[in-house]
T-cell receptor, first 114, second 114 residues
Framework: AQSVAQPEDQVNVAEGNPLTVKCTYS??????LFWYVQYPNRGLQFLLK??????LVKGSYGFEAEFNKSQTSFHLKKPSALVSDSALYFC????????????FGTGTRLTVIP | NAGVTQTPKFQVLKTGQSMTLQCAQD?????MYWYRQDPGMGLRLIYY???????DKGEVPNGYNVSRLNKREFSLRLESAAPSQTSVYFC?????????????FGPGTRLTVL
């Protein structure tokens, strides 16, 4: 069965500092991994995804994520945080084998402090 | 190009009342989804429709029914609302199903059941 863990409910970072939002996953077979962001009172917006190929994936708004198969992780990163990055971030996983659905983590609230 | 639209934005029901949440997408996507979002639980899939004419249960289907009216529209019905169904409901669509494609989300419906 697929599952996703986001070990941190809350991450605080100072503006201009690098940020990392952690995600680990469990799937049978090769994973398809996604990051979505949710701003207050809005739906989720796609940031980036890993399907295959290069382990470093670049996405919207300067975000990137690194796929690490041995550690079953897909951490979201950004070199320099902006106050406008403050939002709720969700990691999600699916696989062609098993249930053909997308499974979401519980979310990490990122606060960038001016 | 409106993307994914949902109506209503807000709704308050009494226990036992029924209602239908409407969702439409204008991206010519094949697959559509209904999720509920509860604090600390991320998004959970209620039902999905891989293609026009098909629907399948997700993780939490009890108490809900769906109709894929046509390629554009996918509605979610609560026949007899219960307080446990108080949640924020999101509709999403993707070109390809199976959880491997980017999903595009609507703005959500905030439902309170008294």
């Amino acid at each position: 069965a697929q599952s996703v863990a986001q070990p941190e409910d809350q991450v605080n970072v100072a503006e201009g500092n690098p940020l990392t939002v952690k995600c680990t996953y469990s799937v049978s077979g090769n994973p398809y991994l996604f990051w979505y962001v949710q701003y207050p009172n809005r739906g989720l917006q796609f940031l980036l995804k890993y399907i295959t190929g290069d382990n470093l994936v670049k996405g919207s708004y300067g975000f990137e994520a690194e796929f690490n198969k041995s550690q079953t992780s897909f951490h979201l990163k950004k070199p320099s945080a902006l106050v406008s990055d403050s939002a709720l971030y969700f990691c999600a996983v699916s696989a062609l084998t098993g249930a053909n659905n997308l499974f979401f983590g519980t979310g990490t609230r990122l606060t960038v402090i001016p | 190009n409106a993307g994914v639209t949902q109506t209503p934005k807000f709704q308050v029901l009494k226990t036992g009342q029924s209602m239908t949440l409407q969702c439409a997408q204008d991206m010519n996507h094949n697959s559509m989804y209904w999720y509920r979002q509860d604090p600390g639980m991320g998004l959970r899939l209620i039902y999905y429709s891989a293609s026009e004419g098909t629907t399948d249960k997700g993780e939490v289907p009890n108490g809900y029914n769906v109709s894929r009216l046509n390629k554009r529209e996918f509605s979610l019905r609560l026949e007899s609302a219960a307080p446990s169904q108080t949640s924020v409901y999101f509709c999403a669509s993707s070109e390809v199903g199976g959880g491997i494609d980017t999903q595009y989300f609507g703005p959500g419906t905030r439902l309170t059941v008294l």
